[in-house]
């Protein structure tokens, strides 16, 4: 999946790919390229990478870029290596529908999830290759104390209460409603809940997203149906939003929208989408790589509890520590690539620590959203 979906993508990079040099050469040894962070083909360099950290990751909600902070390139013989710090929103897209990251929404101000990823990226042009081999990414939600100044009103997010009664109770009936309207001959539960906010108005109002799994029913008699428990490696299928709230009377939405691809297939079945040719015909794409997670997400608290009502004007001070090493070697070492990708031994790049230091000039880059409520500083 991640590698057609990758092939996909180097075509639009290769449209992308001028002639323009990387202005600055950064002093070092070996030599890395520091090319600004606006340059379209930085851009979407950024923006196959973070494709991949969606791709890879297994919960939580698809990451969109907004900003590229800093950037360095590292031109090996066939490709470059491309060391990557760049500013993500979080989508409405649970990373298990597979889709483009540049298909999803980021949440509105007030639903807010905001951070900074660092990725190594390898791209080979004449070769056809784009490899994440490593990512990490640090989020949070937008300070609750700003959101509120601004609009006192807005839903806020539930963190400490996720197993509050009032959730599960709106989880419950947003559930029974699809199912009673919606679901034919199948029956939705509850997988997992994946987001929980309050509002006041007049009255609660609850809204919850939450992951559901299927179980299959059977029709027994003429208007009554059988549903099995789902069972214990039950898998999720799609990702429903709703609301409940109780002005004058309960009132219940819910809509649910369902994953293109299912998550894992049966052992020894075949994906359905078609393998790029290249892949098929060569026989070490028959075993499938078996490879972990190639980083990870941490998701930091909001201040909500050491904040108390004066002080919320003052934003505290955020930081979004992340950290990616694949080698401490100065020199570096060869960067091992998935054996479907086939280079020659001495075209084999090579990566280096995660180069620090000051920005590159051009960096960072323009934010789709510059408010800096969720702009890491
Ligand atoms: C993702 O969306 C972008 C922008 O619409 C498009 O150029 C790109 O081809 C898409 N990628 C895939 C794999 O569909
Ligand atoms: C960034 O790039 C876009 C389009 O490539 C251009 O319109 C914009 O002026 C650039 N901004 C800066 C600050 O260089
Ligand atoms: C990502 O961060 C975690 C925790 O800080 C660390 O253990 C892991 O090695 C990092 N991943 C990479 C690829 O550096």
């Known amino acids: 999946m991640t590698l057609s979906l990758f092939l996909g993508l180097l075509v639009l990079v290769h449209s992308c790919w001028t002639a323009s040099l990387p202005a600055q050469v950064f002093q070092a040894s070996p030599l890395l390229l520091s090319p600004g962070c606006n340059d379209s083909q930085v851009l979407s360099v950024a923006g196959l990478a973070l494709q991949g950290i969606n791709d890879d990751r297994k919960e939580g909600y698809e990451f969109s870029l907004n900003r590229v902070v800093d950037v360095r390139e590292h031109q090996g013989r066939r490709g470059s290596v491309y060391y990557l710090t760049f500013d993500v929103l979080e989508t409405g897209c649970h990373v298990l529908s597979r889709k483009n990251w540049t298909d999803c929404a980021a949440r509105e101000l007030h639903q807010s ?10 791209l080979s042009m004449p070769e056809r290759i784009p490899y994440l081999p490593a990512y990490n990414c640090t989020v949070r939600p937008v300070f609750r104390g700003s959101v509120i100044r601004m609009c006192p009103d807005c839903p806020g997010p539930i963190y400490t209460k996720i197993s509050d009664a009032s959730i599960l109770e709106a989880v419950s009936e947003c559930l029974e409603k699809y199912n009673k ?15 929980a906010y309050y509002q006041w108005i007049l009255g609660p ?11 299959p029913c059977t029709k027994s008699l003429p208007g009554s149906e059988k549903c099995l428990q789902p069972s214990a490696d039950s898998k999720p299928v799609g990702l429903c939003r709703g609301s409940l709230s109780e002005i004058h009377e309960k009132h219940v939405s819910v809509t649910c929208e369902f994953f293109q691809t299912q998550p894992t297939s049966a052992p020894g079945s075949h994906p359905t989408e078609q393998q790029p040719p290249e892949q098929s015909a060569s026989p070490s794409a028959a075993a499938p790589l078996q490879e ?34 694949l080698t401490t070697e100065p020199l570096g070492e060869v960067l091992r690539l ?6 020659e031994k ?24 510059s408010n800096p409520l969720i702009l890491p500083p």
Do not use: W
Request: negative net charge; aromatic residues 14%; proline residues 9%.
């Open 113 to 122: 999830v905001y951070g900074q990823c660092k990725a190594i990226f390898y």
């Open 346 to 369: 001495e075209d084999m790049p090579v990566v280096l620590p995660f180069p620090g230091g000051s920005r590159s000039n051009g960096c960072p880059g323009v934010a789709a959203n």
């Open 338 to 343: 998935p054996s479907y990708f086939k280079l």
């Open 292 to 325: 972990g997670p190639k980083g990870s997400v941490q998701l930091l608290p909001d201040f909500v509890d050491d904040i108390n009502e004066g002080d919320q004007e003052r934003k505290p001070l955020v930081t979004f520590p992340v950290h990616i090493e």
């Open 205 to 215: 109002f609850y809204f919850v997203e939450y992951l559901v799994t299927e179980t």
């Open 181 to 195: 309207e919606v679901a034919v001959g199948k029956k939705f539960s509850l997988f997992q809940l994946t987001k």
